[in-house]
T-cell receptor, first 111, second 115 residues
Framework: SQQGEEDPQALSIQEGENATMNCSYKTSINNLQWYRQNSGRGLVHLIL?????REKHSGRLRVTLDTSKKSSSLLITASRAADTASYFC???????????FGAGTQVVVTP | DAGVIQSPRHEVTEMGQEVTLRCKPISGHDYLFWYRQTMMRGLELLIY????????DSGMPEDRFSAKMPNASFSTLKIQPSEPRDSAVYFCASSLPASGGYEQYFGPGTRLTVT
């Protein structure tokens, strides 16, 4: 069973707009990560936030984590056509290294 | 670094045949993961290794699936006999969590089609 559930399942925006997607999970975590998958490719790690952190930035990415609500959000600012991809959240728990992935959010950015 | 290497990239086989997928993790990484991705079930963890030892194989669908890691730089996932429902993209990933880097590095995947 999947630990993380992303919302929305799909998102269509225009270049320059911001894209926000959410992830909810069920059990306690050690860290939460976001990955991107371009069509036909493997997943690429974007950003990791630890359970004792509330917000993290990396370039145009901003991730928040609310452990009381068991939820996280990924914000992509000033989106570009190259941001078109599926985005997955993944949670890490007690088992070192093991992650549980959500079903993903498919983002389409049109020029 | 070349990243995680998987071979073959595409495999088409007939039902009942044996299929072997190969993975070379990033040098120095001590965790290796095998995933399967389908539209219906998403990304599923099949098995993972730590220092070449299988730690959790609870995701392996059935006895037709087996995985080995004979050394730190090579792992195989074998399906024997293959069935059409095994058609999926199989990913290998590696990580080095002891360094604080819990992120996983994925290979390009092997697209398996069983007819």
């Amino acid at each position: 069973s999947q630990q993380g559930e992303e919302d929305p399942q799909a998102l269509s925006i225009q270049e320059g707009e911001n894209a926000t997607m959410n992830c909810s999970y069920k059990t306690s975590i050690n860290n939460l990560q976001w990955y991107r998958q371009n069509s036909g490719r493997g997943l690429v790690h974007l950003i990791l936030i630890r359970s004792n952190e509330r917000e993290k930035h990396s370039g145009r990415l901003r991730v928040t984590l609310d452990t009381s609500k068991k939820s996280s959000s990924l914000l992509i600012t000033a989106s570009r056509a190259a941001d078109t991809a599926s985005y997955f959240c993944a949670t890490g728990g007690d088992s070192w290294g093991k992650l549980q992935f959500g079903a993903g959010t498919q983002v389409v950015v049109t020029p | 670094d070349a990243g995680v290497i998987q071979s073959p990239r595409h495999e088409v086989t007939e039902m009942g045949q044996e299929v072997t997928l190969r993975c070379k993790p990033i040098s120095g990484h001590d965790y290796l993961f095998w995933y399967r991705q389908t539209m219906m079930r998403g990304l599923e963890l099949l098995i993972y290794f730590n220092n070449n030892v299988p730690i959790d194989d609870s995701g392996m669908p059935e006895d037709r699936f087996s995985a080995k890691m004979p050394n730190a730089s090579f792992s195989t996932l074998k399906i024997q006999p293959s069935e059409p429902r095994d058609s999926a993209v199989y990913f290998c990933a590696s990580s080095l969590p002891a360094s604080g880097g819990y992120e996983q590095y994925f290979g390009p995947g092997t697209r398996l089609t069983v007819t």
